[in-house]
């Protein structure tokens, strides 16, 4: 079974980051305001991108990176920055 991290935009142009299984049930979820507390605070407007993984112990490693990027590596990330997304990558292995 696939494992995803998601990033999310939400309100006032913040960059949400999640794990789930099923993405849009997850994304369904945070719109209803039962996700996250940030999304509760900062509703979602839409997915900005998605990584597929092979276990929930990579994804979660993954989403952990993420969140310690700065502001300007996400949007770099989000707009498809393929050396920051294949060092995130790679550094899952390490």
Do not use: W
């Not at 112990?57 to 310690?68: G, Q, S, T, V």
């Not at 990027?69 to 294949?86: F, I, N, P, Y």
């Amino acid at each position: 079974m696939p494992h995803f991290v998601y990033m999310l935009r939400c309100a006032g142009n913040r960059i949400y980051t999640g794990y789930a299984v099923d993405v849009e049930a997850r994304f369904e979820q945070h719109k209803s305001g039962k996700g996250a507390k940030f999304t509760r605070a900062f509703p979602p407007e839409c997915v900005l991108k998605t990584f597929e993984l092979g276990t929930r112990e990579e994804a979660l490693r993954l989403e952990a990176r993420i969140k310690k990027l700065e502001r300007s590596q996400k949007e770099q990330l989000v707009a498809g920055d393929e050396a920051l997304t294949a060092a995130l990558l790679e550094s899952l292995s390490a």
